[in-house]
């Protein structure tokens, strides 16, 4: 990494966008001129300037934008070529001072043909040029008439007025001061292919995908280029960024829409209305980091460019040839030009939100339903307190049997009051039993704490008024000691109710407590996603509408584990008070778990995410979920995000790990990860969180 961009990560939250492992890339069309390069070089250079000023680093245009690309037979004009060159040569010139790669669509002459091209421009230097691998002639279509395909173009060059530039389809364009910019460029057809040229790029390194396209519009066809870019992204683990031509280009016999498209990974960062009365421009930052991550990740990705590179002859390094540069991106803050969602397990979307919540409830309930038929169908024991966790519980447990065609009353639910239970959460559980018509008793489990309390000689059994973790943890042991005993009595299984937030923070009783259970349905479940699925659930007709009013009053009541008594002012034990906000908490575990995300970059997210405006620019503009409730909505400031940050490094890498290597069986929900030490997350109990802490303390030496 060069000094350059350590010393700019050192600025923490304030650092250019760049630093963190984005680039920012962006689609561009504009009315072309039919036939005149001059005035087409003109708006190519015009747009260039207005990226440059947006920080754009990479700018991709339409097909053959530099002289239209329905100009059929004029194309094969000397005076058209000719100024396409000039036209060319021009934008070269003039893209010395700017800062964006300039990927520009042009027809030129190469030996004894005529090749449909993409120039790629930065800072005055014509980086190389790129033919049209697929050229088709079906339908609308008669690109042979006119060029050669370039598919077996490798390894040559081709002279530009007074620029020897690479020429071939075997071209990358590798950025050495942004670590993982690597750029290639195909052209329109080259993506309908079954295996496009971008696809053998990516594994040969290739980040970002640009498409110069002419593609004119029919009917539908804008959601097939839709569904080839998103595939393509999301395949080569790659952004890819498409510009299809639009106003301007000849209405003979077609019509162009000027579709322009950003995805990254399967994801669609930006996209612009089609058929336009002007320019266009879809900007995004892409996501060199986590492509980075993924591809490392992801094993198979490699594998498949060693086996097309067994079957081919052609070893990596010799199968593509590399043109490096320096993009000197901006060192100060740019802004995030992304979508960031603050609940990175929930996603803003109100369908896919429904979506999810429907395929988290199933995963949940079939894994319950698979285990009671493997292991003879047994009675389901579980303890409920009136909070989230356990709420949601029984909700799939009563999904379960009646699913399976059983009476609910099979399902034994025990609320266990102990010194600090509150009559709101006891009356919530109460009420949560009797209206789903579960087997429900009530197991005071005061008098045999007090008796351990007092054998073991804790001061609370003499009057003393300790809440330390015995005293905590002796109440928390007896609940799970008491539902293991009745599971043995009673013929059933024990179902757990702690979720994946809790296990990321090691916030269980280990052992005797509620760590452990004989099967699990919510350890693949994160906190801030458990709202949202019981008001799901509530929504959909599940169950009755004296359900649904339950639900609405456990949604309202603050999280606490009601182990500790209210002190004098009446406030009640609150989780998040003591060990820090699940939103906060859950942001960083998506980031470490599914991408393995260094802590000062999460940081600096969540700055973004979550942060007051004056933070940095952009900051505070995370996504909020659908329904999620007005009075509940706040904003961090940067040393708060960065000292719970903290809090979180101490206990997921330093602490909780054996528990998490002894958690019991549970699904895996999210596709952000699970912990289960047998599936995603494998780790050494005994490790150290000090390079975590290290690298968040050189960014933010003063937690800020």
């Known amino acids: 990494m060069t000094d350059r961009l350590v010393a700019a990560r050192a600025l923490g939250a304030r650092a250019s966008a760049y630093a963190q492992g984005f680039a920012r890339v962006a689609a561009v069309t504009f009315p072309i001129a039919i036939a005149d390069p001059a005035a087409n070089a003109k708006q190519i250079i015009q747009q260039a300037v207005e990226c440059d000023r947006d920080a754009v680093g990479v700018a991709v245009f339409s097909e053959l934008c530099l002289t239209g690309y329905a100009i059929d037979d004029l194309v094969l004009q000397d005076a058209v070529l000719d100024s396409a060159v000039d036209a060319l040569i021009e934008v070269v010139a003039a893209s010395t001072e700017l800062l964006p790669v300039l990927v520009v669509g042009v027809p030129l002459r190469h030996e004894s043909r005529l090749y449909n091209c993409a120039a790629v421009i930065h800072r005055g230097r014509l980086l190389g040029v790129v033919p049209k691998s697929y050229l088709p002639t079906y339908r609308e279509f008669y690109e042979r008439r006119w060029y050669a395909p370039g598919d077996d173009q490798r390894g040559g060059s081709i002279r530009i007025g007074e620029f020897d530039a690479p020429f071939g389809t075997d071209l990358l364009f590798d950025a050495v001061d942004v670590p993982g910019l690597v750029l290639h460029a195909e052209i329109c057809e080259d993506m309908w292919v079954p295996v496009p040229p971008s696809a053998r790029a990516a594994l040969a390194g290739a980040s970002v995908l640009a498409n110069l396209s002419g593609s004119p519009i029919t009917i539908a066809r804008a959601e097939d280029r839709h569904l080839l870019v998103r595939s393509a992204s999301a395949r080569c683990l790659a952004a890819y960024v498409y510009a299809a031509a639009g106003a301007g280009e000849s209405s003979n016999d077609l019509s162009w829409d000027g579709q322009t498209m950003i995805y990254d990974n399967g994801t669609l960062l930006a996209q612009t ?48 040839r590399t043109v490096s540069f320096t993009l000197r991106p901006p060192t100060d803050d740019i802004g995030l030009r992304r979508t960031l969602a603050r609940f990175p397990f929930v996603p803003a979307d109100p369908d896919r939100l429904a979506q ?179 008001r799901w659930v509530s929504s959909t007709g599940h169950f009755s509408a ?96 960065v000292h719970w940050l903290e809090v979180f490094l101490q206990r997921f890498f330093g602490f909780a790990q054996f528990k998490r290597t002894a958690i019991p069986n549970g699904p895996k929900v999210s596709p952000g990860g699970s912990l289960s030490p047998r599936g995603d997350w494998r780790a050494p109990s005994d490790s150290s969180p000090q390079a975590w802490l290290d690298e968040l303390h050189r960014a933010f030496p003063n937690g800020d």
């Open 546 to 641: 004296e359900v649904s009013a339950v639900l609405q009053r456990v949604l309202d009541t603050e999280i606490s584990p009601e182990l500790v008594p209210a002190g004098a002012d009446g406030k009640v034990q609150s989780t998040e008070e003591k060990i820090g906000p699940y939103a906060l908490h859950d942001f960083t575990l998506y980031q470490v778990l599914r991408h393995g995300m260094r802590p000062s970059r999460i940081a600096w997210l969540a700055a973004h995410a979550w942060a007051e405006p004056t933070t940095c620019r952009d900051a505070g503009t995370g996504q909020w979920p659908a329904g999620f409730p007005e009075a509940d909505r706040h904003d961090f400031d940067l040393q708060q995000i």
């Open 273 to 320: 209305e089609r058929f336009p009365d002007g320019p266009r421009r879809s900007v995004a930052d892409v996501d060199l980091d986590v492509l980075r991550q993924e591809r490392l990740r992801q094993g198979t990705f490699d594998d498949n460019r060693r086996t097309l590179a067994d079957l081919s002859g052609d070893a990596r390094e010799g199968d593509y």
């Open 356 to 534: 999810d919540c429907y395929e988290a409830y199933s995963i949940q309930v079939s894994g319950l339903m698979q285990r009671m038929r493997s292991i003879g169908s047994p009675k389901l024991v579980i303890g409920v307190s009136g909070g989230l966790d356990s709420t949601h519980a029984l909700l799939v447990c009563a999904q379960a049997m009646d699913r399976l065609g059983r009476p609910r009353t099979d399902i034994l639910a025990f609320t266990m009051p102990g010194f600090a239970t509150s009559d709101h959460t006891k009356s919530n559980a109460v009420a949560l039993a009797e209206s789903l018509g579960v087997t429900f008793e009530e197991l005071d489990i005061r008098p045999a704490a007090r008796e351990l309390l007092s054998r073991i000689g804790h001061p609370f059994a003499d009057g003393e008024p300790v809440y330390d973790t015995t005293f905590e943890n002796v109440q928390a042991g007896l609940r799970t000691d008491y539902l293991f005993r009745l599971a043995n009595q009673r013929g059933g299984i024990v179902v757990g109710t702690g979720d994946l937030s809790e296990g990321a923070l090691g916030w269980s009783t280990y052992g005797v407590g509620d760590q452990m259970s004989h099967y699990t349905v919510n350890t693949g479940v994160p906190k801030t996603l458990m709202q949202h699925l019981i």
